[in-house]
């Protein structure tokens, strides 16, 4: 039985008393978020974090003394596609860079509803280009993102195939949003449980990014694309996340089509617990089970980014449908 902390636990009650709730406008979420920044913990010493214009796109550039030199993460942060930026993540990203021992390059993409689909995935392959651009090998390189930003990695993948560029090594999405069509089960079963955030405004999101685009166009919803060809992905999720079955169907459809994935999801943890690893042990154990799988996939020799589907994905076991995490109390 899955013991989780009683950190956990408090986080919980906090998320559901503090955040949520309903959306007001894009202007108001951004507003809430900076006065969130302000008491967001700073890097420790030794992090570098620099300004940087990514291709056009305003960017950080974040180092740490375990960060290879030849090794990257385009990090692409969540929000909804209306809110987010790296200084918001400043407490994460250098997590991700001495985890993973990469250099991190987080890009502050441009925002709905002002600057709908595609602004926000195009500005993410022009990121990735500047990173080849700047000789970083696609072998040695990572693709990231959390929520919007999960959904944003995945397509993301997606383009840089269809485009024929190298694609990278591997991905890594966490609470990703794959279904900008709202079919998902989860977002009803799990409505009530999850601790953070509010279905009834997920329409309204979605409606802000798409423009008046299709929902199911898979550079938008990657759950509607064919993934044939895509690199090793881990996927990350809460038990209780409405946004669940995003999670649980794109893992499904990888694997359907050949791919090498991985699906972990972890007891009772809310969106993005990640975030909260300077007071949360279980998000510490998953940034530090990130930094594996991306160790082992920098490291390995380049290879056909599918296998057959019958056969096991080395050096990962391929749990199916998913893995569940079992979190120590602390």
Not at 13 to 40: D, F, M, N, V
Not at 94 to 100: D, G, L
Not at 128 to 138: F, I, K, N, Q
């Amino acid at each position: 039985m899955s013991v989780v902390s009683l950190r956990a636990e408090l986080i919980r009650l906090g998320t559901r008393c503090l955040l949520k709730r309903r959306y007001g406008p894009a202007e108001e979420s951004r507003r809430q978020l900076q006065r969130i920044t302000a008491l967001t913990p700073r890097p420790p010493a030794g992090t570098e974090t620099l300004s940087v214009s990514a291709g056009g796109v305003r960017a950080d550039y974040i180092t740490v003394p375990a960060s290879h030199p030849d090794r990257h993460v385009l990090f692409l942060h969540g929000g909804a596609y209306r809110a987010g930026a790296p200084a918001n993540y400043r407490h994460f990203t250098w997590r991700i860079a001495a985890a993973t021992g990469t250099n991190v390059l987080a890009i502050d993409y441009r925002l709905a509803p002002e600057h709908p689909f595609p602004a926000a995935l195009d500005d993410a392959v022009a990121a990735y280009r500047w990173l080849l651009a700047g000789r970083a090998e696609p072998s040695k390189t990572l693709i990231m993102g959390d929520s919007a930003g999960g959904g944003l990695t995945l397509a993301t993948l997606l383009k840089l195939r269809d485009d024929g560029l190298p694609l990278p090594a591997a991905a890594v999405a966490v609470s990703p949003w794959t279904d900008l069509a709202l079919t998902g089960a989860s977002l009803k079963l799990n409505a009530r449980a999850d601790p953070m955030l509010d279905v009834t405004h997920m329409p309204m999101l979605a409606a802000e990014y798409l423009g008046g685009a299709d929902p199911r166009q898979p550079y938008v919803s990657p759950l509607y694309g064919d993934p044939a060809g895509l690199p090793p992905i881990l996927i990350q999720v809460g038990s209780d996340e409405v946004l669940l079955d995003d999670a649980v169907r794109m893992h499904e459809r990888l694997r359907r089509a050949g791919c090498r994935a991985e699906l972990e999801v972890w007891p009772r943890m809310p969106h993005v617990w990640h975030a909260f690893a300077p007071v949360l042990p279980e998000a510490r154990r998953a940034i530090a089970r990130i930094g594996d799988f991306a160790r082992q996939q920098l490291s390995a020799p380049a290879a056909a980014a599918t296998v057959p589907e019958t056969e096991p994905a080395a050096p990962f076991p391929q749990p199916f449908p998913t893995t569940e995490i079992s979190a120590p109390s602390r």
